[in-house]
């Protein structure tokens, strides 16, 4: 069996963690197994950039963020058929038996339509994706993301050094989290963090409402935006100003970004378990079940994974709205 290996869209700790788990269990399962690593993710896969990658190759990787193959986006790949048909075709003239994804919503997307590629030419490659992603929106119904949690841990990291500043100055913090769509990482992060407010995608905000809230706290108020928020946070500091001045409200507000951060810096230990185990899984149906193409979910270590066809896992919505009410209800109760 030929196995190669993609990287795709942003990086998020606990690539690496999969990379490692489907090449040791490959070669373990099966020592004749050949396992392929394509270079800077659908990129590679358009230009044939990939390499064999042994046992060694992945050593002490687990913990490391980012992904030592690599990930460029393909901004045209999405409407170029030609694209989209040479990756399939560079697939099967490289005889690869299963091409194994790691990565968030654009490579599901190209995943299942190359997958529809392959099909259509009689091709024999088969496709299998886990959700690589710190924004947890990939089809999350059924899991979370890797690399969700390890961007959780940094953000609480940051939320803390920030409130010491905040609450010895009694400061008025504007804080811009990552997630595209998702608000996911603003609100479970603004949840463990203890912030006051977390601003979601689409909410209508009485500004009126949170300078009264600010108000009131005796030290540090620490408000996190989710980075799709239709207004930015000198925006939003904009406006709280006004309303201080207007009502004599002594609050003095700073802004900072936490974006970049968030995605680096060393896998949490629950992203390398989820991946590993994921990736194990994956290895095993593959090499013994012949399984088809398919979507597998990351929810926990030991619990098997639900696998959706592709086609079905590219049409779920998971964008900001999809955040349990009850989880909204949870962030309201602990302020």
């Known amino acids: 069996m030929k196995i190669a290996i993609l990287t795709g869209g942003g990086d998020s700790p606990g690539m690496n963690s999969f990379l490692r788990a489907v090449v040791r269990t490959a ?16 990129k590679g896969a358009i230009e044939n950039n990939l390499k064999k990658i042994s046992r060694l190759d992945v050593a002490g990787i687990s913990l490391t963020g980012g992904t030592i193959l690599g990930t460029q986006r ?10 989209q048909e040479s990756i399939a075709l560079n697939l099967h003239d490289n005889h690869i038996d299963y091409l194994f994804v790691c990565g968030g919503n654009g490579s599901l997307a190209a995943a299942n339509t190359v997958n529809n590629i392959i099909k259509e030419k009689g091709y024999k490659t088969k496709i299998l994706i886990a959700p690589g992603s710190i ?34 100055h009694r400061r008025v913090y504007l804080i811009k989290s990552m997630g595209a769509a998702s608000a996911y990482l603003a609100v479970y992060s603004g949840i463990a963090a203890g912030a006051e407010h977390m601003i979601q995608p689409g909410e209508d905000i009485d500004f009126e409402k949170m300078a009264t809230m600010i108000e009131g706290r005796d030290r540090d108020t620490r408000i996190i935006v989710a980075e799709a928020y239709e207004k930015s946070i000198l925006e939003i500091r904009s406006i709280l100003e006004g309303i201080f001045k207007r009502r004599d409200i002594e609050r003095e507000i700073r802004t900072v970004d936490m974006s970049y951060f968030q995605r680096g810096g060393k896998t949490a230990v629950t992203d390398i378990l989820r991946a590993s185990w994921v990736a194990y899984k994956m290895v095993k149906d593959a090499m013994f079940h012949n399984v088809d193409s398919g979507f597998y979910t990351a929810f926990y270590t030991g619990q098997p994974p ?17 955040i349990p009410e009850e989880i909204i209800e949870l962030a309201l109760a602990l302020r």
Request: proline share 4%; charged share 25%.
């Open 27 to 42: 070669i373990f399962l099966k020592p004749e197994t050949s396992v392929w690593g394509i270079y800077d993710g659908w």
């Open 306 to 322: 639900t696998v959706l066809p592709l086609s079905e896992a590219v049409k779920a919505d998971t964008s900001h709205s999809s």
């Open 74 to 83: 393909v901004p045209n790949l999405e409407k170029s058929k030609d694209l």
């Open 135 to 168: 924004d947890n929106d990939v089809c999350n119904n059924y899991g979370s993301s890797i690399g969700f949690y390890s961007a959780l841990d940094k953000s609480l990291e940051m939320l803390d050094w920030i409130r010491d500043t905040a609450s010895a």
